[in-house]
């Protein structure tokens, strides 16, 4: 028998189906060990010594792989053709080492690049051994980014409360998100004007010429700056004759794109199809491991983590047949096209992402697969062939027109372009940001040099000049890969950490920064920048590679590297917060501190007039505050009109009672209404009040802000206990409370008006259901179908926390560009396969609680049996019965008190524990099927 190894359970049932009898396919779920989350588990003293540990959720597969190849006569590594393909292999192969499971097995190591018979098959015959360059290069990764993480973040923790983690890579991608939200703040916009004249031939073919000169001068985009100079051209065009000065018409060529690469194929699949880089990846790899197709599993595309652009000499000849019978001789060239990789990284140029057999037209698949399977599909499909197509052939024709007036020449062009023959273009066109100019491609009427044109009208339209977009996901993975930052594999990764994380959000498919990821940077550029230059990461991936190709020792790699990290966090072990928040005022400036509209400082308090507003952290994070706390208690949050409010103070009205202003504030938290200003004498604060999650300042007046001041507010009794119902805002958000039981409210449900039906509804639903939040809503779900292979049904729910899928008792959340109305029971299967894999099954009983206390006597009892004997006393006036009972009492309230004491330091460390668990750094280990290597 022949054991096999691969990543993924789908992986393996369809390699199984391919290989038959005399083999059994088992699955690792990817990586079965890793680096602990503890210091010291990557120990530079002694030349980067790593301390692995093997996952306890990868216990019981490395436990049943292990029997397997005791039995076995040859092992064979099948995992992915990459670097953490290879990385997996070597961690198998090192535990069953570890477990003495090998003995006198042939160890092999068979790579395949698409999931198909012959390709499967092909690689059985071409074993090979593990490349230890490629483990090297993943060693050299593993430590980096464990040490940058490990030793980065804790600074971070202490010198910029808030922030969750920093790491090699994904600092250096947040950077290039904050820098571009930097330049559009510091943008001025410029005024600028165009001139266009909608003119006509002899035959009546009307076309637009737009101003590009005058009297000799060329006339750029930007010249023309006002509307007085451009109302002066536009009467001079009023009164103009026009005439043809020339004709010109050049061929051209376009020719196709290379197939998909990683980066190429996230880039596509965010513009045209929507899909955000962590889903392209998951769907792609859904359709690399295999679909049932009449009956037979069969992987549709090839590998999909590559820099590769080139193609296998029988996949294009395969294409070009295709081409050919489908769309005629025309369409194929006469040579097939090459493709050059520019990419020094050999370990990742592996073929382009291609389907495995162009003649599964995305027509005959789509049957099997779900809808966004079969849209990435059709797109890989698509450029794949295109890619091997001929070029579209176009004619660019440009007509150049003088406009004489009153002895002056004025010059107009017009532009237009023809396709003659479509080429590719027939299949394949690729997609542009939002922000891409997309080319003219509209055709000019027949014209001939001296021709008369007729004028039939004359615009003059204003413009502004904009600032650079903001990055999209696709963009920014072009960014970043045009910088040599990161590497295919990890680009999903990297932004799925940055949302995560919390320092950058999606708002309309583009990326904003959040303050606290701002915040970071700007840390980062102040005290660590060369750690966060572009430049030095670029290079630093060019090393690694250098590792992968066995040019360069990965130790030497680390040396280098570590020697002057750790003396840069030596400089800043000793810096004060003070000098912190004073480099970040300095640095973000413009972002904390905008000019204001009268001109003023921008940094003076508006609330006291006197004080300096200046960066604080507290236990939540940074804030704005100012300098002359605790007199001047004005605070705000980091960035100015933030959730649409004022930067300061609005004054709504008075109080009708009172007569004391009310006001709409911006506080640390968010934004609140405040009754007057309390009294500083006896420092009685003022009366304040949260707006409740959903409502916006602008929609707060002074009937609203008296309302949320009111509460908590009667809403009316209990009809069966008589006792009275209150509505209130809490920690958690808007709530109705009878006695000790508290109800939140729904979407929908308002605290200042909710009547009593609803409130008794709302709290007879949370007596019912105590375990249950009904903050969003019991939802009972909706079957997907049964599991495959486990049986039982699969549930898709509405949560506390997002929706999410459910099967026997293991729950994986949906990603976000999924809803509970979209999902399929395939990718339902996977989320829950999944989560499996990352340690997400069952949880365990927890142990009786007399067994617990059980436990937690045996100590106390100890040291009571091992106490020294008591000195004899004289009688005393208590019985024996008394003095044991008096003894028994003592001792029990020693226990007592040590259990107290080790209860308090468990509880401590157990908050270090979850504070550390819940800011783990990048370089931490986390769950999942793959890890990402940035």
């Known amino acids: 028998m022949n054991i096999v190894v691969v990543e993924s359970p789908a992986k ?20 079965i060990r890793d680096l602990p989350a503890k210091d010291g588990s990557v120990d530079p003293d002694h030349n980067f010594r790593m301390i692995w540990e093997v996952d306890e959720r990868a216990q019981k597969r490395i436990n049943d792989i292990a029997r397997a190849v005791k039995g076995a006569d040859k092992l064979i590594l099948a995992t992915d053709p990459d670097r953490e393909g290879e990385a997996i292999s070597w961690h198998v192969l090192e535990v069953l080492k570890e477990k003495k499971a090998l003995k006198d097995q042939a160890i092999e190591r068979v790579v395949f690049n698409a999931i198909t018979k012959q390709a499967v098959s092909e690689a059985m015959k071409n074993p090979r051994k593990i490349d230890h360059a490629l483990v090297d290069a993943y060693l050299a990764r593993r430590a980096l980014d464990y040490l940058v993480g490990f030793t980065l ?3 971070l923790w202490r010198k910029l409360p808030g922030a969750r983690s920093a790491g090699r890579v994904q600092s250096v991608a947040l950077r290039l998100v904050c820098d571009r939200e930097l330049e559009i703040e510091k943008f001025v916009p410029r005024e600028y004007w165009s001139l266009v004249a909608t003119l006509a031939t002899p035959r009546n073919e009307s076309f637009e010429a737009r101003l590009v000169g005058a009297d000799g001068q060329k006339i750029t985009r930007l010249d023309i700056g006002t509307g007085k100079e451009a109302e002066d051209f536009k009467r001079a065009l009023e009164s103009a004759a026009f005439t043809v000065a020339s004709v010109e018409a050049k061929p051209a060529r376009r020719n196709p794109p290379p197939p998909f690469t990683t980066s190429t194929m996230q880039q596509e699949a965010s513009r045209k199809l929507g899909f955000a880089p962590a889903h392209t990846m998951r769907v792609a790899q859904r359709l690399y491991e295999g679909i049932d197709i009449g009956g037979e599993t069969v992987g549709l595309i090839t590998y999909m983590r590559t820099d590769g652009i080139d193609m296998a000499e029988e996949a294009i000849a395969g294409i070009r047949a295709m081409i050919g019978k489908n769309y005629g001789r025309d369409y194929v060239p006469d040579a097939p096209r090459r493709y050059q990789n520019k990419s020094k990284n050999a370990q990742e140029a592996h073929e382009a992402v291609r389907p495995t057999d162009a003649s599964r037209t995305p027509r005959e698949v789509a049957r099997a697969l779900d809808p966004d399977q079969a849209k990435l599909y ?3 499909w698509n450029r794949a062939v295109a890619s091997q197509m001929q070029s579209a052939e176009l004619e660019r024709t440009t007509v150049d027109i003088v406009a004489k007036v009153a002895g002056r020449n004025l010059e107009l062009r017009a532009t237009g372009q023809v396709i003659k023959f479509d080429g590719f273009l027939t299949l394949y066109q690729e997609g542009q940001d939002d922000d891409a100019e997309d080319e003219d491609s509209k055709r000019l009427p027949a014209m001939a040099q001296g021709e008369p044109l007729r004028k039939e009208a004359i615009s003059a339209t204003q413009h502004f000049t904009e600032p650079p977009p903001r990055f999209t996901e696709a963009s920014l993975v072009k960014r970043m890969e045009e910088l040599g930052i990161g590497r295919p594999s990890t680009y999903a990764s990297i932004l799925g950490v940055l949302k995560d994380r919390g320092y950058t959000r999606l708002d309309k498919k583009r990326l ?14 102040s005290f660590f920048q060369k750690y966060v230059e572009y430049d030095f990461t670029a290079s630093l991936e060019e090393q690694l590679d250098k590792v992968s190709n066995n040019e360069l020792e990965w130790h030497a790699l680390l040396r280098d590297f570590w020697d002057d990290f750790i003396a840069a ?11 912190v928040l004073d480099a970040l005022n300095e640095l973000l400036g413009p972002h904390v501190f905008p000019k204001r509209e009268d001109g003023g400082d921008p940094r003076q308090c508006p609330n006291c007039g006197e004080g300096q507003l200046s960066l604080k952290v507290g236990r939540f994070g940074a804030f704005v505050g100012c300098s002359r706390y605790p007199e001047c208690n004005f605070t705000r949050q980091l960035t100015p009109g933030a959730n649409g409010g004022d930067t300061g103070t609005k004054l709504l009205g008075k109080d009708p009672v009172t007569g004391e202003d009310v006001t709409l504030r911006g506080g640390r938290f968010g934004p609140y209404v405040q009754l007057g200003e309390g009294n500083k004498e006896t420092k009685e604060k003022p009366k304040r009040s949260g707006l409740p999650k959903g409502m916006a300042p602008d929609d707060v007046d002074l009937q609203v802000a008296l309302g949320l001041l009111s509460l908590p507010r009667d809403v009316g009794k209990d009809p069966e206990s008589g006792e009275m119902i209150i509505a209130g805002i ?6 109705v409370k009878l006695g000790k039981t508290y109800a939140n409210l729904e979407p929908g449900d308002d605290v200042l008006t909710i009547g009593l039906n609803r409130a008794v509804t709302l709290i007879a639903e949370k007596k019912a259901n105590p375990g249950k939040t009904r903050r969003f809503g019991a939802d009972p779900g909706r079957s997907l179908g ?5 049986g039982g049904p699969i549930i898709v729910k509405n949560g506390r926390y997002g929706a999410y899928v459910s099967h026997d008792g293991v729950n994986a959340t949906l990603p976000s560009d999924k809803t509970p109305d979209t999902v399929t029971l395939e990718e339902a299967v996977a989320l829950i396969d999944a989560r499996i894999a990352a340690g997400g099954g069952k949880k365990k009983k927890a142990a009786p609680k007399a067994a617990k206390a059980e436990a937690a006597d ?8 091992k106490a020294a004997p008591v000195a004899k006393k004289p009688a005393a006036e208590k019985t024996p019965a008394k003095k044991a009972a008096a003894k028994k009492a003592a001792a029990k309230k020693t226990t007592a008190r040590k259990a107290s004491s080790k209860a308090a330091a468990a509880k401590s460390r157990s908050k270090t524990a979850g504070q550390t668990a819940a800011d783990k750094p990048e370089g931490a280990p986390a769950g999942g099927k793959r890890k990402a290597a940035n």
Request: proline share 7%; net charge positive; aromatic share 8%.
């Open 858 to 865: 045996k100590p106390a009892k100890a040291k009571k049996a």
């Open 12 to 31: 393996a049932k369809t390699i199984n189906k391919y290989l038959g009898p005399g083999y059994e396919v088992l699955a690792s779920f990817g990586h």
């Open 512 to 525: 904003i920064p959040e303050d606290k990821g701002r915040l970071v940077v700007g840390f980062l550029e």
């Open 786 to 790: 049964d599991h495959p292979d486990k």
């Open 378 to 380: 059709e797109l890989i």
């Open 730 to 735: 809490g920690r958690f958000g808007s709530y």
């Open 153 to 155: 973040s804790p600074v």
């Open 569 to 579: 966090v030596g400089e800043i072990k000793d810096l004060r917060i003070t000098q």
